[in-house]
């Protein structure tokens, strides 16, 4: 499974937040070296706007990234965490 990683695009205004974590069932006992095995994650700003930013997120398929305002409304995610396939998200709710 090593250097399987998986990539979001993301829109972020000021003051949004993106939440990394481990995907649920991964074991929360791992250490960071055991979690960063696949790599590490890289954050790339793909460009820059008078109102917002846009970001690129490459990180191993073992953690979840999602958009801070999903947990701050408390509701589950309505996209699967970045695990799979690209994804890309030009406006930010």
Avoid at 63 to 88: F, Y
Wanted: avoid cysteine; aromatic fraction near 2%; glycine fraction near 6%.
């Amino acid at each position: 499974m090593a250097g399987e990683h998986s990539m979001l695009v993301v829109s972020r205004k000021e003051n949004e937040s993106i939440r990394i974590e481990p995907l649920e069932g991964i074991d929360p006992n791992l250490t960071l070296s055991e979690l960063f095995a696949q790599g590490p994650i890289t954050l790339t700003l793909a460009h820059v706007g008078p109102r917002r930013v846009r970001l690129v997120i490459d990180a191993p398929r073992a953690l979840k990234i999602m958009r801070g305002e999903v947990l701050v409304a408390g509701a589950q995610p309505q996209d699967e965490p970045a695990t799979t396939a690209s994804r890309n998200e030009t406006e930010a709710s």
